[in-house]
Structure formats: structure tokens, C-alpha cells
């Protein structure tokens, strides 16, 4: 993923990129903000978002006082559409939300054998929110780099069987972005949950997998701001 990002970034530049002024270009925005009514406090976007995420799961079945705990690796999946929205102060810098919804999978592993096996998978729907500052460092004729902080929120629900499982996220996000022509936009997004909790409801019995920190996720997004 981080490849082809980095190949999508390379030839965007090459395509587009001119060399500028910068001072030059800050004084021909400052006066097309004043100038220009075509310019946009606020526009909206739509997008897709592509997000993956592992962790380690410490297991022991609640159904059995003297099991002993079983070390799982924990992988999530998720295809999620976006709706959201963009607040400029001006040319470089802008406040931004966004609402998700999507598709996700969640699959447990345990090492076995010298290898992963896969023992359980689990799909569901995967809703969140996240809201964040974006900083345009670079702006060319028709390219912009951005870098974003930001926070989000995820809840996730899956069901199979018997089994209903509900995860919740809350998460510092950074990433770095490419636009092209003030539209199309390309980020890719790295997070950290510092709060990730994991409850499993299985007929009678509930048990709920602490927070832990080991939690990475990575993601692509791409928008197209109107």
C-alpha cells in the first residue's frame, strides 16, 4: 500500500509540479481570497477508504475457571464510504470531518505449526467519525501536498452463529497527502488507538479484552471535494 503511494505521490509531481515562488504564490492566493467570490469557505466530499489494523489477543474461555490463555493475533479489514466536509481558513490551512460507513472482517490467528491459522473470521458493519486539521505545505498550478492530525472514533459489530462481537476505537490519526486540481485527493493515514475495546457475547457468557496499545492501524483514503 505505502508503495503504490509513494508511486501515485512520484508521478503526480512529475506530471504537474512546477516550480514556484512561494512567497509569490501566498500573495497571489491572499488576493484571490479577496478578489476571487468563486472561492469556498465550505465544500463537502465523498470518498473511499481502505483500512487494516493487527493486534494481540489474550484468550481464555469463559466457560472453563482453570483454562489456560491462549496468545491470538487479531487482524481487521475494512471498505468504508465517506461523506464529509472542509472548512478553509484560507489557501493552506483548513479544519475537516468525516463520517464512515462501510464494510469490515475481523479474522483471529493463532501460531501454530511454525505458521498463522486462521480459526475464526467473523464480518460486520464497521460507522465512525473523525475530525482533524490539515496544513498544505506545498501548492503548485495544479498539485498540493498536505500532512493531517487528527482524532477518530470507530465502532464495529459482527455476528456469526451464536457469536456477536462489538469493537470500539478511539485514535490519534496522522497522515500525508497528494491533491490534483483542488478535487481529487489521495492520503494515506496511519493511527494508534489509545483507547481499543473488544467484547464478545457468546449465548450466556461475556467477556470484554482490555485495552492494549500494540493496536496499528494503516489506511488509504481518497476524496473528491466538490
Known sequence: MLRVFCVLLALCIVCYGEPFN????DDQ??????????????????????ISGNRVIFYQDPAVSDAASRKLHGFDGNVLGIFGGIYRFNYRHALRYNFKLGFSRLSFYEYANKAYEEIEFFNGLKYGIDVGYEWIFYRGKNVFLNTLVGIEYGFSYYKKDITNVFMQEIAPQLGF?????????IEFVLSMPFFSRLKFDIQSFTFVVPRRFEHIRFGLNYFYRF
Open 29 to 50: 492566493q491572499q488576493i484571490s481570497m479577496n478578489s476571487n467570490p468563486s472561492f469556498q469557505r465550505h465544500s463537502f466530499a465523498l470518498g473511499v477508504s481502505f
Open 22 to 25: 512561494p512567497q509569490e504564490i
Open 177 to 185: 497527502g497528494i491533491g490534483v486540481q483542488n478535487h481529487h485527493q
